[in-house]
Structures are given as structure tokens and as C-alpha cells.
Antibody, heavy 115, light 112 residues
Framework: AVQLVESGGGLVQPKESLKISCAASGFTFSNAAMYWVRQAPGKGLEWVARIRTKPNNYATYYADSVKGRFTISRDDSKSMVYLQMDNLKTEDTAMYYC??????WGQGVMVTVSS | DVVMTQTPVSLSVAIGQPASISCKSSQSLVGTSGKTYLNWLLQRPGQSPKRLIYLVSKLDSGIPDRFSGSGSETDFTLKISRVEADDLGVYYCLQGTHFPQTFGGGTKLELK
């Protein structure tokens, strides 16, 4: 079965950095476009970042709200995807979900940005 | 970006009764391949989203046939023929035709 397990969330102060990770299994990871989607408390779903596969040169894309601050990456040898978050803002507080093709979703990891 | 508008925002339904949710996109979701990349997700309370339907009307494995999806171009509908307690939560439509992929605002299905 497809499994996506996020880790690395926590409480950080504004302007600090945090890196969250996602371990994938149950499918051919190297063939999957991977995404990070977030959900602020009580709000809807917001696409954050996307990384394509090796044949697509691992192209990356970002929502305007995080462009220049967040970096998505992947390690196909480990079936892992990462989100490096720099210069965090209070409005980045959310549950962050790792998803494969936006079809399969992890359980999420909470990131809280507060002073 | 393509705007996905879901209605109603909330829906109160008795067990055993039908339910219907509408999703309208600001532009056609028919892709260059001729396929329409419109999915429906369900987020149960305290859980992560789960895909129910893809390509407008195809049910994911394990999804009961009480659920059905229909529509074309810019207008789409999710129907539940007989609501069960396990169906409660927030339903989202998601378009994957145009970059960036965008979600509807969600429809909360509650028990009457």
C-alpha cells in the first residue's frame, strides 16, 4: 500500500528555518511528481511546492506565497522528499501534507511559527 | 490561476438521504490530451485528505458506488446517493489540468 510519512515539524520563531521530510513507500517513487500542500488551522488546502521527476529534470515550482523562501527537493535513492523553509512567517503556520501526484496523501506534519 | 468555486459551503443531511455538491471552474478543465483532470477529495475530521474520484467520474479503489461524479468543461458535481455516518467531513474538488493545480474552498457535510 502507498504510504507517505512526514516528519520534522515543530514550533519555530519568525524568520527562523525548518526542514520537513517525507518518506515514501508502496509505489515507484522515482516516477512520481511530489507535492507539498498546506492547511492553515480551520482553513482549506493550499498547494505550496511541486517537484517533477528525473526525466523532467527535477523541475520545481512554488506558490507565490513561498517563492524565494521555500525549497523542495527529493532523493530518489531514499524515496524521500523534503521542504526547506527559510525566513518563516506567522502565516506559514499550518499542517503540511506530502502528496504523490496529489492523489496519495500523508498524515501531515504541523509547523507553528510564533514568537 | 484557475478558480474552483464549490457550493454549498456546508450541507446538513440525514443518514440515508442523498447529497450533492457542485464545483465550478473559471475555465475549461479539458486538457490537451482530451482528458479532464478533476478530482474529489474527502477530509474526515482529524484526518488527511483522501482521493475519492479522479478524472471526473472514476471511483478510487474501495470507494463505495454510493458516490458518483459527473460533469464537463467547467461544471462538476459529486453525488452521494445515501449518506452514511462515515461520509461526514469536508469535500474538496481539485483541478489538475492547469498549472498550478487548485482546490475548491471545501464543502462541509454534517449530519442533520
Amino acid at each position: 500500500a502507498v504510504q507517505l510519512v512526514e516528519s520534522g515539524g515543530g514550533l519555530v520563531q519568525p524568520k527562523e528555518s525548518l526542514k520537513i521530510s517525507c518518506a515514501a513507500s508502496g509505489f515507484t517513487f522515482s516516477n512520481a511528481a511530489m507535492y507539498w500542500v498546506r492547511q492553515a488551522p480551520g482553513k482549506g488546502l493550499e498547494w505550496v511546492a511541486r517537484i517533477r521527476t528525473k526525466p523532467n529534470n527535477y523541475a520545481t515550482y512554488y506558490a507565490d506565497s513561498v517563492k524565494g523562501r521555500f525549497t523542495i527537493s527529493r532523493d530518489d535513492s531514499k524515496s524521500m522528499v523534503y521542504l526547506q523553509m527559510d525566513n518563516l512567517k506567522t502565516e506559514d503556520t499550518a499542517m503540511y501534507y506530502c502528496t504523490a501526484w496529489l492523489d496519495y496523501w500523508g498524515q501531515g506534519v504541523m509547523v507553528t511559527v510564533s514568537s | 490561476d484557475v478558480v474552483m468555486t464549490q457550493t454549498p459551503v456546508s450541507l446538513s443531511v440525514a443518514i440515508g438521504q442523498p447529497a450533492s455538491i457542485s464545483c465550478k471552474s473559471s475555465q475549461s478543465l479539458v486538457g490537451t490530451s482530451g482528458k479532464t483532470y478533476l478530482n474529489w477529495l474527502l477530509q474526515r475530521p482529524g484526518q488527511s485528505p483522501k482521493r475519492l474520484i479522479y478524472l471526473v467520474s472514476k471511483l478510487d479503489s474501495g470507494i463505495p458506488d454510493r458516490f458518483s461524479g459527473s460533469g464537463s468543461e467547467t461544471d462538476f458535481t459529486l453525488k452521494i446517493s445515501r449518506v452514511e455516518a462515515d461520509d461526514l467531513g469536508v469535500y474538496y474538488c481539485l483541478q489538475g489540468t492547469h498549472f498550478p493545480q487548485t482546490f475548491g474552498g471545501g464543502t462541509k457535510l454534517e449530519l442533520k
